[in-house]
């Protein structure tokens, strides 16, 4: 029944109990060690910015201290504790987006070991959007501007960021006004991180009005960059059939999982399990062949592309070793617990490092760069397969659960789903068969029944006819869950069962990974210029039911600075100032036209989503 508690997803429970019995730690277990957690840190109460401190503010009104040694309030405590949080967040993908710039410049060089530029079509959009002349010239010319155009992006000092250009006229109006239009992506990220040393910025509306300025660096600066050109690199997704969850594993081949988040690494390790050299090697071993999978993000991303099953999200991780299958878990950068290097002592399973960023306690690192990107994979995967001979077939255990789904919802591939416009969209949202759509994103976290808050809120918002768009470790639950097949339509109201059914959909698209909530703004803004109104005016809303990462922070305020009602799933750092409460649920909504609620019910908040977008279907008249 304990276990019962702590996931609703059959694989996780299976796993959890062998774990149990086997004496083994997860992060469930070191989530319950941990509490209670600190009072003063979960209210976003404690400051560590200076040596004057660490201080804490008393939440009681008549005892202890109400100020810091510098006489910071809570209101600016909670305010620089958030703001940094989004910095990291918008540093963590803005640095992704970079490194695929990196590789566009290389491989538009002919410096890149194994790259190519896939996708001309959208190479060719994107050099308009930036001014980029194409007639007659080479894809390689073309590429090389472009990867220099995005790569100024992230040291510009005045104007704009480009692809924030998407959004209506009327949000980059309100942006401007509001002093929150970001000039360059590293600029607002350092101008965080300057603001909040000490004494500097100790007002909260003005620290929080940064915050949201990087954020949207992010979401429609670095995120919008790191999508946009892994389509360019590695193809735009389109729909494909995948599988998902820990059963994907095979009992008798090479498994590799591929967890972290670039595609730079991942799609070489793809090419490289498929070359004859190392499959013959792995036969020889008695393998029956070469299994990649993947993990958290860049799982999605190589599902998106390729179709390659995905064998868990955030919370799985540990658990893919615990089946004592995995031949090599290879590792990038971001939401890779180090606590996997003390289970992979446990068992054969090698731990394998690649990013110059990221290194990790008992890893073995073999480190990747662009130039030489395949020769490195193939090293890797081959190091992978010489360890199959180290399986001890007795520590094996892997559960049968994994589910099939469709995925690879680029916004070109709704646009090509819907016939070509977005017309049959927008129809079906005016009359009212769909009532509105939902971004449902984001991480796992112990704090709450693992899956649980994703499915429960995802599976009451379509009976309600909401469509869902999905990304990250959610869209990774949904497919689990069997919500991203297009039989998922008989859980749908009749309105959203009707247009799925007619267009052979599932109720749940999947969009790819974290930085691909870009793509989702690039839909809404496009749904929004179609209506000719602005983004926070359409029946739209978010959510992250499970959230726990700074990334999703700086999501999340993007997200909201983009027009859109968002439900956070846990509770984040700053009830401790009710101001800046106050600031993030109500304020916000007149300065950008949206605010956070919190709710940690899935069933309530998929409800207080629904409400939102009734009022907005009322104010449309439709
Ligand atoms: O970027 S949803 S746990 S894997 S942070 Fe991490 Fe959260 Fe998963 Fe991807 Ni996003």
């Given amino acids: ?142 590429a090389l501007d ?122 070489m390790i793809v090419a490289a399990a498929r070359d004859p050299r190392l499959l013959d090697k792995a036969r020889a071993a008695g393998a029956e062949g070469i299994n990649v999978v993947g993990m958290c993000c860049t799982g999605n991303e190589i599902s998106m592309r390729h179709g390659i099953p995905i064998a868990g999200n955030f919370l799985q991780q540990e658990l893919a070793v615990i089946t004592g299958a995995v031949e090599a878990m290879i590792v990038d950068v971001q939401c890779i617990m180090p606590a996997l290097g003390d289970l992979c002592e446990c068992f054969h399973t090698k731990f394998i490092s690649t990013s110059p960023k990221a290194k990790f306690p008992g890893a073995v690192h073999m480190e990747f760069n662009e130039e030489k990107g395949f020769d490195i994979a193939m090293e890797i995967v081959e190091a992978a397969v010489d360890n199959y001979a180290m399986r001890n077939p007795d520590k094996v255990f892997i559960p049968e659960d994994k589910t099939d789904c469709m995925v690879g919802f680029s916004t070109e591939a709704i646009v090509k789903a819907l016939g070509g416009t977005l017309d049959p969209l927008l129809d079906a949202i005016k009359s009212g068969a769909i009532k509105g759509i939902a971004g449902i994103v984001g991480c796992n976290n112990p704090k709450i029944k693992h899956d649980h808050g994703h499915v429960a809120l995802v ?91 700074e990334k999703a922070v700086s999501i999340g305020a993007y997200v909201v600075s983009s027009g859109i009602f968002t439900v956070l799933g846990t509770v984040p750092q700053v009830l401790g100032s009710p101001f800046v409460t106050e600031i993030l649920t109500k304020i916000a909504n007149d300065v950008v036209g949206a605010a956070f609620a919190v709710e940690t019910d899935p069933v309530k908040g998929a409800h207080l989503m629904i409400a939102h977008m009734d009022a907005k279907r009322q104010a449309l008249g439709i």
């Fill in 1 to 142: 029944e304990k276990i019962l508690s702590k996931s609703v997803d059959p694989a996780t429970q299976q796993m959890l109990e062998f774990a149990e019995k086997q004496g083994l730690e997860t992060a469930w277990d070191r989530y319950e060690k941990m509490l209670p957690q600190c009072g003063f840190g979960e209210l976003g109460l404690c400051c560590r910015i200076c040596n004057m401190g660490p201080c804490r503010i008393s939440p009681f009104e008549d005892t202890g201290p109400k100020k810091g040694v510098c006489g910071a309030t809570a209101d600016i405590i909670v305010a620089r504790n958030l703001i940094r949080m989004i910095a990291g967040g918008a540093a963590a993908h803005s640095d992704h987006g970079r490194d695929l710039a990196h590789t566009l410049l290389l491989t538009a060089q002919g410096k890149s070991g194994g790259y190519e530029i896939k996708d001309e079509v959208k190479l060719a959009a994107l050099a308009k959007e930036y001014g980029i002349k194409t007639n007659g010239r080479s894809k390689e010319d073309i």
């Fill in 146 to 267: 472009l990867a220099h155009s995005v790569y100024a992006e992230f040291g510009k000092q005045e104007g704009f960021v480009q692809f924030s250009r998407r959004a209506p006229e009327r949000r980059v109006a309100l942006w401007k006004k509001a002093g929150i239009d970001p000039r360059g992506i590293d600029r607002e990220i350092v101008e965080i991180m300057h603001r909040t040393h000490i004494g500097v910025d100790n007002d909260p509306v003005n620290l929080i009005l940064q915050g949201l300025k990087a954020s949207i660096a992010d979401g429609w600066g670095g995120s919008c960059i790191a999508t946009e050109i892994s389509d360019v690199l590695f193809g735009t997704p389109e729909p494909v059939r995948s599988q998902a969850n820990l059963g994907v594993l095979k009992k008798d081949e090479v498994n590799i999982i591929a967890h972290g988040h670039e595609p730079v690494l991942s799609e």
């Fill in 459 to 549: 599976e009451e918002l379509i009976k309600n006819n909401v469509l869902i768009v999905s990304t990250g470790c959610n869209a990774i639950a949904c497919a689990k869950a069997g919500l991203m097949l297009p039989e998922a339509a008989d859980q749908a109201g009749d309105g959203l069962k009707g247009v799925c059914k007619a267009l052979g959909l599932p109720p749940v698209l999947h969009m790819g990974s974290c930085v691909d909530i870009s793509r989702i703004l690039t839909v809404c803004a496009a749904v929004a210029n179609a209506l000719g109104v602005d983004i926070s005016d359409l029946p739209v809303a978010g959510a992250a039911p499970e959230w726990m990462s």
